[in-house]
């Protein structure tokens, strides 16, 4: 079931599709990527995003071993560095620490990564047991029971049955409930149903022909098996919702009794099933929640015996290629392959360098316990709490003075601004079940595939005793201390700014005040207008799907969510791309209300309010490869950098005021044309 995080973002924000130019601009603007060595730079009144990161991107080079650069990858190098130092030093202090402490299990599990011998030796390992049941299932029914009860023990993706989930509940957010989760629809619809490209969809069938001829097939029956896997999932793209279309609640969360899970699941025993994965009426569950009906009810359509082949194909392959790190190096070198072909990057990634990242990734929590004992700043997270609080203010007082707004939705807004909860560099708490991992050493006899799922079982027993509990709003699910982004979470209407997002370039306490509203401001202003966005709307201060709105007054925020989308379609690239305004439209809000108030908190100030766009400008400076922009433009709900500072700049009176914008500038947009929401 997939719920929309709402972030900032970072350098990779693009999404673009063809669409056709709505009336209401008659004005395109044309986005002139990429930039090349000849690209000339325009004037501020013509380009305010060229002309201000232009020279910059010219002189910027990508990493061979990456798809892009920007602000927050130079950070996020810098973060990795940190994070290096840690898994360092606790190998070189390993006897210092006990088996149970985040130090021991950092240095414990990178030893497996790095016992390669010990990897080939033990092959498949631990996922032998599921991988040999799922190929020797003998029925569709059979297969089902045994990927639900996959899913039950270890997390791993459910294929085309799709995973299991324990998540909050959707509508009244008092306790944990169970989520049955769509099918695979492989790249995901906008990258799949996208013809230009067609050479990342090769690349992908290609790695599953791979993947399951190293797991032993032919190569006839691989290439067999991956064409009729590539097919099936193609197909559930088909029928899957968008990006744009999964933040209308309306089609993107159902709760179901018995009886309509048994109707969904038609061609299958429900029962059966749901009792294999741990989840039934059995197990005390009564009620389910699913995303996207239409693609669950298509795979149920397609749920036949002569599809048995494909589903066992696919499972396979998916739980090899999203295990390669821990198996063998062929598994693993395809993989990376892999990557390298789809992202366009120069050269691989060092092995080294790989393993430390993936290491950090499995022991996510540990690494930022320590990360967050080792770089939170106290006196920083002082004087960044000192901008929340000015930001926070002029929210409430722009609230206040809506125009458009009746008193009685404003008390609601208002109240839902002030019982946001707001968490600086750190969670308040951190999962009990973080502290029974114990990695096994490889001189112990432990390997990388059975440490790794064993957290996961031990990740999976702690979800499942969550079901029936009241939601805990005090643990971070949807971001680490140590990533360069800021988030908010709809449905504990709270916002996370992790510690790398608190450092320069962004935030600089030394750093004069209209500089830091442009730099940290942005993220501030961002995440707090994300709850009044077309997703945060729809929820209330406790994060329960509530309209807290009078009838007309949304009818007016649904009508300017309309011009917005249309706003942003007049932003095209040079190949006739434009700006997708509905899959953007939650991040496009966002950025728009953060300027608008960050504007207001400056002032009628010429000098003051340039020095603030400037930085705006400065932080939203990337480059990137041609795949990259590719592929990147089917996947994201932000808008590409460059339109997400001109697109909200021209809709801003307050840029006109600073740089004397006029009719005849590239930048001009007629005031009536100015989209607003907040």
């Known amino acids: 079931m997939r719920f929309i995080k709402r972030g900032i973002g970072a350098a990779l924000c693009l999404a673009l599709t063809v669409a056709a130019m709505p009336a209401a601009f008659a004005k395109d603007f044309t986005v002139q990527l990429p930039v090349t060595e000849s690209t000339a730079i325009p004037s501020l009144k013509d380009d305010f995003y060229l002309h201000t990161d232009g020279a910059w991107i010219k002189s910027a080079k990508i990493p061979k071993d990456d798809m892009s650069v920007s602000d927050f990858t130079l950070v996020g190098e810098r973060t990795r560095q940190q994070l290096l130092g840690i898994t360092k ?30 990897r080939e030796a033990a092959g ?9 049941r799922i190929d020797s299932a003998k029925s569709i029914q059979e297969y089902a029971n045994t990927m639900a009860s996959i899913a039950r023990n270890s997390f791993m993706d459910g294929g085309s049955l799709g995973s299991f989930e324990v998540i909050n509940d959707p509508i009244d957010n008092g ?24 050479q990342n969809q090769n690349y992908y069938k290609e790695h599953i022909r791979d993947i399951l001829m190293l797991y032993g097939r032919s190569p006839e029956v691989a290439a067999k098996e991956a064409a009729d896997v590539f097919a099936l999932e193609m197909d559930m793209a088909k029928h899957s919702l968008s990006l744009g279309e999964e933040s209308n609640l309306s089609k993107s969360i159902h709760c179901l009794d018995f009886a309509a899970v048994q109707k969904l699941y038609s061609n299958l025993d429900a029962a059966a099933m749901l009792k294999a994965g741990g989840i039934g009426p059995d197990n005390g569950i009564h ?22 082949p494909t589903l066992k194909a696919q499972a396979i392959f998916n739980i090899l290629s999203g295990n390669s790190m821990a198996l063998p190096q062929k598994y693993d070198k395809e993989s990376w392959d892999y990557v390298q072909h789809t992202n366009g990057l120069q050269a691989a990634m060092p092995a080294e360098k790989r393993i430390e990242m993936l290491n950090e990734s499995v022991l996510s929590q540990s690494y930022g316990r320590v990360y967050a004992a080792r770089y939170m700043d106290p006196q920083r997270k002082k004087a960044f709490r000192a901008y929340l609080d000015v930001v926070m203010a002029k929210h409430r007082q722009n609230l206040e003075n809506l125009d458009w707004m009746s008193a009685e939705t404003k008390r609601q807004a208002i109240y839902k601004l002030d019982h946001m909860a707001i968490h600086i ?9 973080i502290d029974q991992y114990v990695v096994k050493r490889p001189e112990d006899g432990g390997s990388l595939m059975g440490n790794i799922m064993a957290l996961r079982r031990l990740s999976a027993d702690y979800k499942y005793s969550l079901i029936g509990q009241p939601v805990r709003r005090d643990t971070w699910e949807d971001s680490t201390t140590s990533e360069v982004n800021a988030f908010y979470n709809v449905m504990n209407n709270s916002i996370n700014f992790p510690i790398p997002i608190l450092q320069e370039p962004f935030f600089d306490p030394k750093a004069d005040f209209e500089t830091n509203l442009g730099g940290i401001g942005v993220p501030l202003a961002h995440e707090i207008t994300h709850c009044f966005d077309s997703l945060g709307a729809q929820y209330d201060a406790q994060g329960r799907l509530r309209n807290w709105w009078t009838a007309r007054d949304y009818a007016e925020f649904k009508k300017r969510q309309e011009k917005v989308v249309a706003y942003y379609e007049r932003y095209v690239l040079p190949d006739g791309r434009r700006t997708n305004g509905k899959q953007t439209l939650g991040e496009n809000i966002a950025d728009l209300g953060a300027i608008s108030c960050l504007t207001e908190v400056v002032g009628h100030n010429p000098e003051k309010l340039r020095k603030m766009y400037t930085k705006y400008a400065s932080v939203w400076r990337s480059k990137l490869n041609d795949i990259a922009l590719r592929q990147s433009m089917n996947d994201d709900i932000h808008a590409l950098d460059y339109v997400r500072v001109d697109a909200v700049l021209s809709a801003t009176d307050g840029f006109y005021e600073a740089f004397g914008i006029q009719p005849a500038d590239g930048m001009y947009v007629p005031p009536e044309e100015r989209v607003k929401i907040w």
């Open 89 to 118: 030093e606790a190998v070189k202090n390993r006897s210092r620490y006990s088996a149970h402490s985040d130090e021991a299990r950092i240095a414990d599990l990178y030893a497996c990564f790095m016992d390669q011998r010990g």
């Open 124 to 132: 498949l390992d631990a996922l032998a047991e599921p991988l040999k």
């Open 175 to 198: 306790k944990y409930v169970v989520a049955l989760g769509e099918p695979s629809a492989g790249l995901g619809k906008e990258s799949m149903l996208d013809a230009g490209n067609s």
């Open 287 to 308: 009620r389910w929640y699913v995303g996207d009906l239409d693609e669950i009810t298509r795979f149920n359509e397609l749920c036949k015996p002569e599809l048995l």
């Open 425 to 433: 560099g750190m969670p308040d708490a951190w999962p009990a079940y």
